[in-house]
């Protein structure tokens, strides 16, 4: 297939099929990461017995994955920029797949541990690179709305299926194959990559590469990942998490000087004089903060409190996967055109919260369709409605030199969202709930409780992406359809903008 000069796809019927088959392939590599985030959870208990892992160990399965997923991200998408997505894509791949099927065989705690350490880097190397490949098959809003609807479909309701799919894997066979069905996914999606998503050059590496910028930033949320996966443990305010949260802010501030210095940073500074960039990754930060926040917090109610099992539990999630489909895919995509990003952002953060305050508010012998439903609908529809315009907004201003890192970008804020807000509102709840139980509480009524504080601080967070949204991001029409006359224009300046 021939591509332009910043990799799109020719006009024609057939290179039409091939780039929205290409869509499916990304989408794929997009939910195996998705779900690796979250199918462990169900798989604990199993995998903790089995392998003898002592509590305090435990939840290294899910760190070791979250810290290099979360710190090698924007390095990734950098070397998308400089080699080419295409290559890293398939790289990341083919180390996702291989590391999924180390964790499979895994025979001792240390084997699985260091396992999923190459598992996260490997999904971190794929998801650094799908928004760059992605906005460049899809240069049109109005199919590039489209396929940031079902990649954002994939994205937000991969967690839940998650969690089914562990209950099922784990109960029906054994916790090995949560990660051995990687396996032939993982295998297909790397055929058909390779022959689908169009290649091109990257920039290169003659101006050579800022290797102790990312070292720096590497090392930085790293460790900022560390510090808060770990805080729950330690306590927000001791002494360890606050020396390592210092360290990582100190290396951080060490990148921020070198990149403002170099010619040829691994972040280019200018990035952020968008205030589009600026404000939609301070959003994918709090969002998802109460999007992973009802994952995990529902996930626990609907166990500890209602008594339903881990299948039954990913089953009550569906109608809220049902709705952010039906939204992300279809209903927010044509809002987006006729309206523009911003405007279909905005009412999606409105329903989220809404959504959140209801759960906030669930009883201890609650009725699913009473109690739970409503507010899964709602989320679900908020969910959808707006995670495709955060996207959006985070890519729009992106220079086709610049897709991969501004995907990283896009990517890393969504990762030290979910982390920081599982982390903070694990801990929060637990301490309600501990406070409840001195206080002569029953178990079940502590823990709701605390889920009840969660609940709060996770729509308090989503009301605060809705005031930075409205303040910060500009209404330039981003998302929007353009009209013939505007086409023509935006055409002429492609080989400025590349959109």
């Given at each position: 297939?021939?591509?332009?000069s910043?990799g799109r796809?020719?006009?024609?019927e057939?290179?039409?099929r ?21 199918v ?5 208990p ?8 002592p509590q305090?160990?435990?939840?290294w ?16 998408g950098?070397?998308g920029d400089?080699?080419g ?6 790289t990341g ?9 180390f ?10 541990i260091?396992a ?5 880097a ?6 650094a690179?799908i928004l760059?490949i992605?906005?460049?098959?899809f ?15 994939v994205?937000?309701?991969?967690g ?21 069905i990687?396996l032939?996914?993982?295998i297909?999606t ?7 998503i ?5 920039t ?7 290797v102790l910028?990312?070292v720096l ?5 790293m460790l900022?990942?560390?510090?808060i ?7 927000w ?16 501030g060490?990148f921020?000087?070198?990149?403002a210095?170099?010619k040829?940073p ?5 990035m952020?004089r968008?205030?589009?960039?600026t404000g939609a ?5 709090l ?19 209602l008594?339903?099992?881990?299948i039954?539990?990913?089953l ?6 049902l709705?952010?489909g ?5 209903v927010a ?7 523009g990003?911003?405007?279909?952002l ?7 919260a809404?959504?959140?305050a209801?759960?906030?508010?669930v ?7 009473s109690?739970v439903?409503?507010?899964?609908i709602?989320f679900?529809?908020g969910?959808g409605?707006a ?6 907004l985070a890519m729009a ?8 890192l501004?995907s ?7 990762q030290?969202?979910a ?5 903070v ?27 009840h ?10 009301v605060?992406?809705f005031?930075i949204a409205?303040v ?10 353009q009209?013939t ?6 055409h002429m300046g ?6």
């Amino acid at each position: 297939m021939t591509t332009t000069s910043i990799g799109r796809p020719a006009r024609g019927e057939a290179s039409d099929r091939r780039r929205w088959l290409a869509l499916v392939v990304l989408c794929t590599g997009q939910l195996m990461i998705v779900l690796d985030a979250t199918v462990v959870n169900v798989a604990l208990p199993t995998i903790q017995h089995d392998l003898h892992f002592p509590q305090s160990s435990l939840a290294w399965v899910i760190n070791a994955y979250l810290i290099t997923f979360g710190g090698l991200l924007l390095l990734a998408g950098r070397l998308g920029d400089l080699i080419g997505p295409k290559k890293i894509f398939i790289t990341g791949l083919s180390v996702f797949t291989a590391a999924s099927a180390f964790c499979g065989f895994a025979q001792s705690q240390s084997e699985l541990i260091v396992a999923r350490f190459i598992q996260g880097a490997g999904a971190a190397i794929v998801a650094a690179t799908i928004l760059g490949i992605l906005v460049t098959l899809f240069p049109e809003p109005g199919d590039k709305a489209k396929a940031m609807g079902v990649y954002a479909f994939v994205a937000s309701a991969g967690g839940s299926i998650g969690l089914l799919a562990g209950g099922v894997l784990t109960q029906a066979i054994s916790w090995h194959w949560i990660f051995f069905i990687n396996l032939p996914i993982g295998i297909a999606t790397l055929v058909f990559g390779t022959a689908l998503i169009p290649g091109h050059e990257g920039t290169g590496t003659h101006d050579g590469v800022d290797v102790l910028g990312a070292v720096l930033v590497t090392s930085a949320v790293m460790l900022l990942v560390y510090a808060i996966v770990k805080a729950s443990d330690y306590g927000w305010g001791s002494v360890r998490t606050i020396a390592v949260g210092l360290g990582a802010l100190a290396l951080l501030g060490g990148f921020v000087a070198l990149e403002a210095n170099l010619k040829h940073p691994l972040v280019p500074l200018r990035m952020f004089r968008s205030r589009n960039l600026t404000g939609a990754t301070l959003v994918r930060v709090l969002f998802p903060i109460g999007m992973f926040g009802q994952f995990f917090l529902g996930a626990l109610y609907l166990q500890h409190v209602l008594g339903y099992s881990a299948i039954t539990t990913g089953l009550a999630f569906m109608p809220m996967n049902l709705a952010v489909g039906i939204f992300s895919l279809t209903v927010a995509a044509r809002i987006m055109t006729r309206v523009g990003a911003k405007a279909t952002l905005l009412p999606g953060l409105a329903l989220i919260a809404g959504g959140l305050a209801l759960f906030s508010r669930v009883p201890v012998h609650g009725h699913f369709l009473s109690d739970v439903l409503p507010g899964m609908i709602l989320f679900g529809i908020g969910a959808g409605l707006a995670f495709t315009p955060s996207i959006a907004l985070a890519m729009a201003d992106a220079a086709p030199a610049d897709t991969g890192l501004a995907s990283g970008l896009a990517n890393v804020s969504l990762q030290m969202g979910a982390a920081i807000g599982i982390a903070v509102l694990a801990s929060i709840s637990t301490s309600r709930t501990r406070d409840l139980v001195a206080g002569g509480s029953r178990r079940a009524a502590a823990l709701a409780g605390g889920y009840h504080v969660g609940y709060l601080i996770a729509a308090g967070c989503i009301v605060g992406a809705f005031v930075i949204a409205t303040v910060v991001l500009k209404d330039n029409g981003v998302g929007k359809a353009q009209t013939t006359e505007q086409r023509t224009i935006l055409h002429m300046g492609e080989g400025e903008t590349g959109f």
